[in-house]
């Protein structure tokens, strides 16, 4: 309808809240007519050549205020695979690998490390599985309260979920056991961006960057967070990032129109 539109617009525009398209058969798209008009003045905008970005802003403030807008991105919480294999001696929530020779000898997976490991092979996405998964992460915290993977892993339930206060808790307190799990600084980032608590996620985001400096997703979130406090400048450097670690991403596109 709208060829100056592409779909990583489309797609940006309703995580944004600037639409609310309704989809009908899996694929086609309907859109109501106040959706409609959005459209009509982007693509008219773009096909004049003006920025996206800029286009944006346009549109944002012939609306109720940019900070009215829900911005939520539903971002996919970044999970944690395996548990995280530290030499040494064991202490509450680190590990070994199985058979690890430490300065103590032999180093056994533990109880809790063996439910958090059959916890992780049930938590695969698929629904029915994933009551199993939280009872495996229950168990293996019951059996060890300060094992972090299963922290996080129980959390990225909770937030996958939409429990965010409950998921919140389990990521503050993972970050108090071991501030050096990047996933738990992003994933709390992202609830801070769902609650518009926007200082709050750029500080979990740079946090996050900081540990794992070429996790693509954590620059395109704080570019976003970023642009919705109206830093464009500082969020520059983030989209490019972004551009930079994901060249084949959904969003490579307009990480591009943002980084000009």
């Not at 009551?131 to 937030?159: F, G, H, M, Q, T």
């Not at 056991?177 to 926007?198: K, M, V, W």
Request: a negative charge.
């Amino acid at each position: 309808m709208y060829p100056a539109l592409r779909l990583d617009h489309l797609r940006y525009l309703e995580k944004c809240g600037l639409i609310k398209p309704a989809v009908k058969n899996g694929s086609d798209t309907s859109f109501g007519f106040g959706d409609l008009t959005t459209l009509r003045q982007l693509a008219g905008e773009l096909q004049q050549g003006v920025a996206f970005r800029a286009a944006l802003r346009s549109l944002q403030a012939s609306r109720t205020g940019q900070l009215a807008f829900d911005f939520r991105l539903d971002a996919q919480p970044a999970r944690i695979i395996d548990l995280k294999s530290r030499l040494g001696p064991s202490t509450p929530g680190t590990f070994g690998s199985p058979g690890t020779i430490t300065s103590e000898g032999p180093r056994e997976w533990s109880s809790a490390e063996q439910l958090f490991l059959r916890g992780s092979l049930l938590d695969d996405g698929t629904p029915e599985r994933e009551d199993e998964a939280v009872k495996s992460y229950r168990l293996a915290l019951d059996a060890d309260p300060d094992l972090v993977a299963a922290l996080i892993n129980l959390a990225n339930i909770r937030y996958s979920r939409d429990e965010l206060a409950e998921a919140q808790a389990l990521y503050e307190r993972a970050i108090l056991l071991d501030p050096t799990y990047f996933e738990a600084h992003f994933n709390l980032g992202n609830i801070h961006h769902d609650h518009a608590r926007y200082g709050e996620a750029e500080v979990s985001y740079r946090e996050a960057l900081t540990l794992n400096n070429s996790y693509a997703d954590a620059h395109f979130y704080l570019a976003v967070t970023l642009e919705k406090m109206g830093r464009s400048v500082d969020a520059r450097a983030h989209w490019r990032a972004c551009e930079r670690l994901s060249p084949k991403g959904e969003w490579v596109e307009l990480a591009k129109e943002f980084s000009d």
